[in-house]
């Protein structure tokens, strides 16, 4: 047999050897949920985020009861412990116009939307939230009752 196929195949077998099994290793998580209340009434719908330092965030569904669970890899698998910076995004956009071909938008222009915060637009931006949050090992539970 060519000395390069043979070569050529035991660089395959060691690559396929290196790149089989689980994939990448992942940082262990840990579940987290709670409640976000906005002046003591449940923020209904929106999106909840943790920021680390380092590493991937954590995001989560805000449901009509305010609760959320984070994701980070896999639905639900919560965050990596650690500390995070967290935003709230929780508004309701209505109305404005929408044109329905480029002629139309042409004759009559955008519309602006309504947007109802449900939650303070403060707490919406990385860089202007004062939320912040420590994950642990184990189950968390982490409210966020926002003034």
């Known amino acids: 047999m060519d000395r390069r196929v043979v070569l050529a195949s035991a660089a395959f077998a060691a690559a396929l050897a290196m790149f089989s099994g689980c994939g990448p290793d992942r940082p262990t998580t840990a579940p987290?949920?709670?409640?976000?209340?906005?002046?003591?009434?449940?923020?209904?719908?929106?999106?909840?985020?943790?920021?680390?330092?380092?590493?991937?965030?954590?995001?989560?569904?805000?449901?009509p009861d305010g609760a959320y669970r984070l994701t980070t890899f896999t639905s639900n698998d919560g965050a990596a412990p650690g500390l995070y910076v967290v935003t709230i995004e929780a508004k309701q956009v209505s109305g404005g116009y929408q044109p329905k071909s480029l002629e139309d938008e042409l004759?009559?222009?955008?519309?602006?939307?309504?947007?109802?915060?449900?939650?303070?637009?403060?707490?919406?931006?990385?860089?202007?939230?004062?939320?912040?949050?420590?994950?642990?090992?184990?189950?968390?539970t982490i409210d966020f009752d926002l003034p």
């Open 32 to 63: 987290v949920g709670g409640k976000i209340t906005y002046q003591g009434k449940p923020v209904a719908e929106g999106t909840i985020i943790f920021y680390p330092k380092h590493g991937r965030l954590a995001i989560g569904k805000i449901g």
């Open 107 to 140: 004759k009559k222009g955008f519309g602006a939307p309504t947007i109802i915060w449900l939650a303070p637009q403060i707490y919406a931006e990385r860089e202007t939230s004062t939320l912040t949050a420590e994950v642990k090992p184990g189950e968390n």
